[in-house]
T-cell receptor, first 111, second 111 residues
Framework: NAGVTQTPKFQVLKTGQSMTLQCAQDMNHEYMSWYRQDPGMGLRLIHY???????DQGEVPNGYNVSRSTTEDFPLRLLSAAPSQTSVYFCASSRPRDTQYFGPGTRLTVL | GQSLEQPSEVTAVEGAIVQINCTYQ??????LSWYQQHDGGAPTFLSY????GLEETGRFSSFLSRSDSYGYLLLQELQMKDSASYFCAVRITDSWGKFQFGAGTQVVVTP
């Protein structure tokens, strides 16, 4: 049971490039979320999903897209990277009304 | 809207007791959670209060008072490994139950 996995661990992009951050969980959790964490700030919700085929925006969705074709996977796409998207990205999963389990994070730098 | 306030930093010596307060403004939530995050790591679940009162888990205890819009995390018999950031979070009831996090409290344990 690997829990929540994220790839890559580190990524450097140039402004304007696109990329996909991968997230997978093997706990059969319905709910999955993407957060970003900036220095001195808590976790801010980007997008979330309550099941395959169902996604919605969180607090800071601009510049990011998501889709959920399976229960296990919830990729986050950066459409055109900007320096303001330099951050640490965490994926999390949970059952309804239950505690969240976080992946190890992806550290993204946009130059 | 919702907001959670917690102190930015607390310093204490090994063996001491530390209390991290969390005051919140929210229209409704399922419960108050606490997460621990070490530098470079992912948030991990510590404690959850669905109802008012005290929950104890080993050296850590958490308290909630909905009437006072207030909760706290108590760390006893501090150890060096407790140096980390601690986040309070609520799961709000006006949507699918998404989480709102405080900005975090950095706990520094000194010898």
């Amino acid at each position: 049971n690997a829990g929540v996995t994220q790839t890559p661990k580190f990524q450097v992009l140039k402004t304007g490039q696109s990329m996909t951050l991968q997230c997978a969980q093997d706990m059969n959790h319905e709910y999955m979320s993407w957060y970003r964490q900036d220095p001195g700030m808590g976790l801010r919700l980007i997008h979330y999903s309550v099941g395959a085929g169902i996604t919605d925006q969180g607090e800071v969705p601009n510049g990011y897209n998501v889709s959920r074709s399976t229960t296990e996977d919830f990729p986050l796409r950066l459409l055109s990277a900007a320096p303001s998207q330099t951050s640490v990205y965490f994926c999390a999963s949970s059952r309804p009304r239950d505690t969240q389990y976080f992946g190890p994070g992806t550290r993204l730098t946009v130059l | 809207g919702q907001s959670l306030e917690q102190p930015s930093e607390v310093t204490a010596v090994e063996g001491a007791i530390v209390q991290i307060n969390c005051t919140y403004q929210t229209s409704g939530f399922y419960g108050l959670s606490w997460y621990q995050q070490h530098d470079g790591g992912a948030p991990t679940f510590l404690s959850y209060n669905a109802l008012d009162g005290l929950e104890e888990t080993g050296r850590f205890s958490s308290f909630l008072s909905r009437s006072d819009s207030y909760g706290y995390l108590l760390l006893q018999e501090l150890q060096m490994k407790d140096s980390a950031s601690y986040f309070c979070a609520v799961r709000i009831t006006d949507s699918w139950g998404k989480f709102q996090f405080g900005a975090g409290t950095q706990v520094v344990v000194t010898p």
